[in-house]
């Protein structure tokens, strides 16, 4: 399963892609619970004082949604990388190994 | 003791292409076992274990230092072996997180210095270069034992992920035999890494598993910086 959590630490591997290449975009997922699209344009910024029910909205962003199937794209050099099964395929080829 | 994760839904058909747990899989949740008092009081964060093949490892890790207090990353270029660690989260109730993968490569850009436990059971048994090299692209169960020259060649490729990995009180749990020269092996990790470490032994129990052609007379190696 793909939480958001580790979404969040994956960036292109692609061999030269070193800048800009984090956050891969969500591209066609299917969600675990269902969830609106609106939720995978989240920031990384947080605001300043956190309440309760913020800090509830972001647990259950980051920990309790998983990504089932679709794809993330590089912002940088467009590579995509395909989720199957919850599992993100991270593999590059030959010569796209640095 | 710490019962040792069920795997009882994990087919024969799993284990032609997936590792099945032996000898030195249970050395080295021996080794978790003996520091469960001081893992625990760590207060990991987050874990990785690299070449997680049936999620046995990770599961075990997961009953010592719970199940939701730590993200439980989990990376094998095998995509069989993903499967299978998932599969055996969910059966012993950790939330394993597998990435199809090779060793942490997408994982650097942002976890610098931030990993708390390192787990790592290498292709260790020393073939031929390109015998290492052909299992790696295989992406099958070969890539779990061949390790070409000194069985370090998949290994020796890791350790600079570590130090860049590693947080400040970061422990890194590596299998290692005789046959892979564990004294040059802390020689390099200290030299090269400043990662000090120590030899547990744990096994000294010849195995011969004659489908794999893997023989097993090892020990742990636990290392920090």
């Excluded at chain 2, 009081?41 to 274990?49: A, G, H, V």
Aim: net charge negative.
């Amino acid at each position: 399963m793909v939480r958001l959590i580790t979404h969040n630490l994956l960036a292109c591997h692609v061999k030269g892609c070193t800048s800009n290449n984090f956050p891969l975009e969500f591209k066609d997922v299917q969600l675990v619970p269902h969830e609106s699209w609106g939720i995978l344009r989240y920031r990384t910024k947080l605001p300043r004082c956190l309440d309760d029910d913020f800090l509830k909205t972001l647990h259950h962003v980051l920990l309790e949604i998983h990504v089932e199937e679709g794809i993330m794209i590089c912002p940088n050099c467009k590579h995509n990388y395909p989720i199957s099964n919850g599992i993100p395929n991270m593999l590059l080829a030959e010569h796209e190994i640095g | 003791m710490i019962p040792t994760p069920d795997l009882s839904h994990l087919r024969a058909e799993d284990y032609e292409h997936v590792y099945e747990p032996a000898e030195d899989t249970f050395i080295l949740l021996d080794a978790l076992e003996q520091d469960a008092e001081q893992l625990k009081s760590m207060t990991p964060r987050i874990s990785l274990e690299i070449g997680s093949g049936s999620g046995c490892v990770s599961s075990f890790l997961g009953s010592i230092a719970g199940p939701s207090a730590v993200l439980y990353l989990c990376t094998d270029i095998n995509p069989h072996a993903c499967k299978c660690t998932i599969a055996t989260g969910r059966q012993n109730k950790v939330p394993l997180e597998p990435i199809n993968t090779s060793l942490a490569h997408p994982l650097l850009a942002r976890l610098h210095k931030s990993v708390d436990i390192i787990l790592f059971n290498p292709p260790y048994v020393p073939t031929a270069y390109d015998e290492a090299s052909g299992a790696q692209k295989d992406r099958d169960i070969e890539g779990s034992w061949a390790g070409g020259q000194d069985g370090m060649q998949v290994t020796d490729k890791f350790f600079s992920q570590v130090a860049d990995l590693l947080s400040p009180h970061g422990r890194f749990y590596l299998v290692a035999v005789a046959q892979n020269n564990i004294p040059a092996i802390q020689r390099r990790m200290e030299e090269n890494y400043a990662l000090e470490s120590k030899v547990r032994k744990i096994s000294s129990t010849f195995l011969s598993l004659d489908t794999l052609h893997r023989s097993f007379f090892g020990d742990v190696l636990a290392a920090n910086i």
